[in-house]
């Protein structure tokens, strides 16, 4: 199956998805980005996101590793989820 539903969780303080949400579409693709918080809400924005047909969720930096692995377990690993990965090069 061909990716065109893509989504991309940012998590920073104060973001909340009611207010942080945007997509981006074209004729055949669509991004959506959501802010949250936290990761429990997150959790609850991937859940939702699944049931609304996106086939790929990236994690802002703010997630651990850990953290995309664990959501990738709660949400019986339907889709990919991954995490962007920084190099500690610049100072």
Not at 77 to 86: E, L, R, S
């Amino acid at each position: 199956m061909q990716l065109s539903r893509y989504a991309f969780i940012v998590k920073g303080p104060d973001y909340f998805p009611e207010q942080h949400t945007s997509e981006l579409r074209s004729p055949k693709f669509s991004t959506r980005v959501v802010g949250v918080s936290d990761y429990q809400t997150a959790l609850l924005i991937a859940e939702q996101l699944i049931a609304d047909g996106i086939q790929l969720i990236e994690l802002c930096g703010g997630f651990t590793e850990s953290e995309a692995v664990e959501l990738q377990l709660s949400t019986g690993k339907k889709i990919p989820i991954g995490v962007v990965k920084y190099d500690d090069v610049l100072e």
